[in-house]
């Protein structure tokens, strides 16, 4: 899972697509990384482990990183948050192999709004959004 700075929207993605796949015990490895450098380290903001603790799941623990060239051996698929991310996912991938793994995360083109300068409404909305979009992973995940 990918986003920019790591403490928003790719966090609250690892933190839901980890649960459920505990859950249904699919045996999924998670994890989620920034395109940037800005947040190495840190937790992710308060608000958005707020809003996730709000909705049963826990991310307080989870801590930024960005996103290395390794990321394309280690895992299977690599889901970016938004447009911009994407493509510059795309631009670090060095064969067809790697560049097939990256994905958006929603259908249509649609980004994942960037909660980062909003108000807890918009992180919630963050939340509902990713909720169905890891729904969506779960099923191809079982299918596959
Ligand atoms: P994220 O949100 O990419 O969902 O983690 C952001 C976090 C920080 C910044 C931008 C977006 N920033 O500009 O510091």
């Given at each position: 899972m990918v986003c920019l700075g790591n403490i928003c929207r790719s966090p609250m993605a690892e933190g839901l697509l980890r649960h459920k796949g505990r859950e249904q015990n699919l045996g999924v490895l998670v994890d989620s990384a920034g395109?940037?450098?800005?947040?190495?380290g840190k937790a992710p903001d308060a608000r958005m482990v707020q809003t996730a603790q709000k909705n049963g799941?826990?991310?307080?623990g989870l801590r930024a990183r960005q996103f290395v060239l390794k990321d394309f051996d280690e895992f299977d698929r690599i889901f970016a948050m938004d447009k911009e991310n994407y493509g510059h996912i795309l631009s670090l991938a060095k064969n067809d192999a790697q560049t097939s793994k990256v994905s958006l995360?929603?259908?249509?083109?649609q980004n994942v709004p960037d909660?980062?300068?909003?108000?807890l409404s918009d992180f919630q909305a963050v939340f509902d959004i990713l909720d169905l979009a890891t729904n969506g992973i779960i099923d191809n995940i079982k299918h596959e």
């Open positions: 395109t940037a450098n800005y947040h190495i799941v826990d991310i307080g995360i929603l259908n249509d083109e909660p980062y300068y909003g108000s």
